[in-house]
């Protein structure tokens, strides 16, 4: 049974070493010559007005929000696809049910504006 | 086991990564100088021969590795160098689950040409594309600048956004495969099926005689003709989770000057650009597998091809023969795919960022929700009807 | 743009995020080494989110002394500089600043000149709104229209080379008169050339001018209505958009633009679409121009190209080393060059980017004392800010595009 992710550890592996060694070369062979003003953060060659970490539009922790919501519950999609065959009309109608509250709270957000930016 | 896992594997990525990758960097390239009517990469040259253009990649590569790497004052260096391994890690194991072939019996040996034969293969994909949402994140966050900053809100934004519309996507799909092992689902596309039958089965009309071979039409049973909405919905989703062009808001060079890799260097600049396109690899395969047969040939199933050239040259080679013919399409699908995706980049232009939102929340979303509903819809009616 | 369409919710959402949550505004500099600005121009942003809240120009990046640097020689100094002031289209610089030393002069340049500067100021108008179109579409990540834009204009600027000599900055018209005619190789490349520049626009406009994300990135950005255009006395493709069909080549014919036929297209709404739309409408108009110049030159046929006016007539070449007469002329012309009488005179022209004006004075010696330059570019990204506020940090793109600003125009 746990065979099956062996594949999965040893492409991981595969892919770290890779990385490992591209980053590697890059940071003996890259050269180095650092200076201040080379260092700043692009600004479009002026000095940094604002820090960039400080407390960001709402709107963005909305879609976080959602995605939250929307991600559960397509999980419950998954199972659910597979074998609805054997389920038939029941299954049928107990997803619709299960959908509906979903659609409406969509709905609700995009009449309230939330899907606006 | 392992060995052979291992054999595999590093054959899989060293086509992907070493052949495939650099391929397409040189394709985009020259794709790109097609359509625009120029004449294209041809500089990089060795002796001063150019090798039209294919040495371009290598020539990359080498710049990449050479470059200073500057991190900026004030950024968190951890996070810094952690964001493009966080980027390009997830791109690569993805290819753990798509299938380059199917299973190949020779005697007691039994060959499959697939790294990890998951039977939750698609949602591997899926979980393993939410991790790749960490890099741009990271990045951006670590970076302490302004552009980063924006390009990594987008990044996360859209990224998550679109994780919702790409999972609800492929419901479709697998309601008519019954399963999420892309193997069984390639496996599943190796049949036909009669293209109008569902209108005998629906609404148990007769077609004409008239109508003659169209009734008769037989299509290979390919998610495409199954569920041709999931694959646009999907399309769409799986690119812009990809943030390649036209869904490059959280990288648009013209409007927040390079997104969240600003601030990246070097091979760590580097790792960003290969992990997006091996991205565009991994959902060419996709995009093959789910929606059009896999390694499947069309009109030719597996059995067939065995039986006709192993009645001449015995099971053996047959098994061997179909293996190499199954490698060979799915490689032509992959290719077919990324040209698509290509031609995609280089004809559109960049959607607005509330754009590439409402395009997700306000039209995938609801559409692919109804296909679902229509979905289960018309499987069960079939189902009562047979 | 992101306005919630009921006014009840976007109260509640703007309540939220600003009066609880305590979410903070960003400042950013765009510019002036950032991709969008090309022209070295800044932009200070204030954003919440993806909104811009408030927007700042700070133009002067690309400050050179232009007008300064022209009071320091001889009128005919100045042409080279003129061509420096928009690297698109430089003729219609030439032209401005000649007409305008003209008008000092009191001069009237044979029919010949006239139609060779229209023909050669068109041209160049051709080619500034092709690149302007052109950046637009690449720098919405179009890179293939871009392509094809950029393609024409290289066949025009073709054009260009083989009329004036060279491809940006030409340095075609003289005070009294253009450099040389017709070259006899021209008129054919013209029939050769312009049915490409047509092809090449309408493989441009089959990618982008119906493409659904182009349309939607361009139409209802950056509008500018016609009173706030008139308010900030905004001219050219940016007015027209408006609805305003202000085009000085109609209204104050000068040169022989009121024996033309063109139409002067207008726009409706005034955003960036209707932008894109005249511009695209004003290059087929300007091809069209072109033809009716050509076709004037041929019948015309060969001869002078200057006035036979002393003060600024230049000798021909040939006669300058066998006539005494000739040579003091082209020697006091080169050495101190020409005399312009006392007094004032303001004259614009329509460049491709609007009202482009010189106001001179002289004093009547062979120096100006000021030339005053009126720069299209700088007066229409006055009311960039009003064009901006709430809108989405992506739409100063295609605004700013559509500005077309030219660093070395707008800043001198």
């Known amino acids: 049974m746990l065979t099956e992710y062996t594949g999965v550890l040893v492409i991981l592996a595969i892919s770290l070493v890779l990385i490992a060694v591209l980053l590697g070369i890059h940071l003996r062979v890259g050269p180095r010559r650092e200076f201040p003003s080379k260092q700043d953060p692009f600004e479009c060659g002026e000095r940094p007005v604002t820090s960039p970490r400080r407390r960001i539009a709402v709107k963005f922790y909305v879609v976080a929000i959602l995605f939250v919501v929307f991600d559960v519950e397509a999980i419950y999609f998954y199972p659910w696809g597979t074998v609805f065959r054997e389920l038939g009309w029941f299954g049928y109608a107990s997803i619709l049910v299960f959908t509906l509250p979903l659609v409406v709270g969509l709905f609700y957000e995009w009449m309230k504006g939330g899907l606006d930016w | 086991m392992v060995v052979a896992v291992f054999v595999k594997t590093a054959f899989i990525l060293f086509v992907v990564i070493g052949v495939l990758a650099p391929i397409i960097t040189w394709v985009e390239r020259k794709q790109s100088a097609l359509m625009q009517n120029r004449i294209g990469a041809n500089r990089a040259s060795v002796a001063g021969m150019t090798f039209i253009g294919l040495l371009h990649p290598a020539a990359d590569v080498i710049k990449l590795l050479v470059k200073e790497d500057v991190v900026p004052a004030g950024a968190n260096r951890v996070l810094h160098l952690l964001a493009p391994v966080m980027a390009a890690v997830p791109a690569i194991i993805a290819f753990a689950v798509i299938p380059f072939g199917g299973s190949y019996h020779f005697g007691e040996t039994t060959i499959e040409l697939v790294v990890a034969n998951l039977d939750w293969g698609l949602l591997y994909i899926f979980a393993i594309g939410s991790l790749a949402a960490y890099g741009p994140i990271l990045a951006g966050w670590a970076s302490n600048s302004g552009w980063s900053f924006l390009g990594s809100l987008r990044a996360s934004a859209q990224m998550l956004s679109y994780e919702v519309t790409l999972g609800f996507s492929v419901v479709g799909v697998f309601m008519v495969f019954q399963t999420l092992r892309l193997t069984d689902m390639a496996i599943a596309q190796d049949t036909t099926f009669r293209a109008f039958a569902f209108v005998e089965g629906l609404f148990g009309l007769t077609l004409p005689a008239s109508l003659g071979w169209i009734s008769a039409l037989r299509l290979p049973n390919w998610g495409i003709f199954l569920q041709p909405l999931a694959f646009v919905l999907f399309l769409t989703a799986i690119m812009a989770e990809n943030k390649r062009p036209p869904f490059d808001t959280p990288e648009g060079e013209s409007e927040i000057v390079a997104g969240y890799h600003t601030e990246y260097s070097g091979m760590r600049f580097g790792l960003f650009y290969m992990s997006e396109f091996i991205g565009v690899v991994v959902i060419a395969g996709l995009i093959t597998t789910i929606f059009f047969g896999g390694w499947s040939v069309p009109y030719l199933s597996q059995e067939m091809i065995i039986a006709g050239v192993g009645h001449f040259f015995g099971v053996g080679f047959a098994t061997g023969f179909c293996m190499l013919v199954h490698f060979v399409s799915f490689m032509l699908k992959l290719a077919a795919m990324i040209w698509l995706q290509m031609a995609l980049r280089w004809t559109l232009p960049r959607f607005r960022y509330d754009q590439v939102m409402n395009l997700c929340w306000k039209i995938l979303l609801p559409l692919s929700l109804a296909n679902i509903l229509v979905t289960g819809a018309v499987i069960l009616a079939l189902e009562g009807a047979a | ?314 000798p021909a070449k040939g006669r300058v080393f066998s006539d005494t007469e000739e040579r003091i002329q082209q020697f006091k012309l080169v050495t101190e060059g020409p005399r312009v009488p006392a007094g004032e005179a303001y004259l614009a022209i329509e460049s491709a980017n609007g009202e482009l004006g010189f106001y001179l004075v002289s004093d009547g010696s062979a120096q100006p004392v000021k030339v005053r330059c009126r720069p299209p570019s700088f007066i229409n990204l006055a009311p960039m800010p009003e064009m901006l506020r709430g809108a989405m940090l992506v739409d100063l793109i295609p605004t700013f595009d559509f500005i077309n600003m030219v660093g070395g125009e707008c800043d001198r």
């Open chain 3, 1 to 314: 743009m992101g306005e919630p369409k009921n006014a009840r919710a976007a109260e509640a959402l703007s309540g939220d995020t600003r009066g609880d949550l305590h979410t903070e505004h960003q400042l950013l500099n765009v510019g002036p080494s950032h991709p969008a600005t090309h022209g070295t121009v800044k932009f200070m942003i204030e954003l919440d989110g993806e909104t811009i809240v408030d927007l700042e120009v700070q133009v002067g990046y690309l400050h050179r002394g232009f007008e300064k640097e022209c009071e320091s020689g001889s009128w005919y100094h100045v042409i080279p500089y003129t061509d420096r002031l928009n690297y698109n289209s430089a003729i219609l610089a030439n032209q401005g600043y000649c007409l305008a030393v003209e008008k000092l002069l009191d001069l009237e340049t044979p029919e010949r000149c006239q139609w060779l500067s229209v023909l050669a100021g068109e041209l160049s108008r051709v080619g500034d709104h092709l690149t302007r179109c052109g950046a637009a579409c690449l720098e919405l990540a179009a890179m293939t229209p871009f392509r094809y834009g950029i393609e024409a204009r290289e066949l025009i600027w073709d054009l260009q080379e083989i009329l004036c000599g060279a491809r940006v900055t030409s340095n075609y018209l003289r005070i009294g008169g253009v450099k040389h005619g017709l070259p006899d190789e021209f008129p054919a490349a013209c029939r050769e050339l312009l049915p490409k520049v047509r092809a090449l626009l309408v493989d441009f406009e089959k990618v982008v001018t119906r493409n659904r994300i182009f349309v939607d990135r361009l139409k209802g950005t950056g509008i500018l209505s016609k009173q706030d255009c008139l308010r900030y006395a905004v001219t050219g493709p940016m007015l027209r958009a408006a609805g305003v069909p202000l085009d000085l080549r109609k209204q104050e014919p000068y040169l022989v633009y009121d024996e033309i036929d063109f139409d002067v297209p207008v726009g409706s709404v005034g955003d960036n679409y209707d932008r894109y739309l005249v511009c695209l409408e004003e290059v087929r108009q300007s091809l069209r121009i072109v033809e009716q110049c050509l076709e004037q030159l041929e019948r015309l046929g060969p001869g002078p190209v200057d006035v036979k006016d002393p003060r600024v007539r230049w």
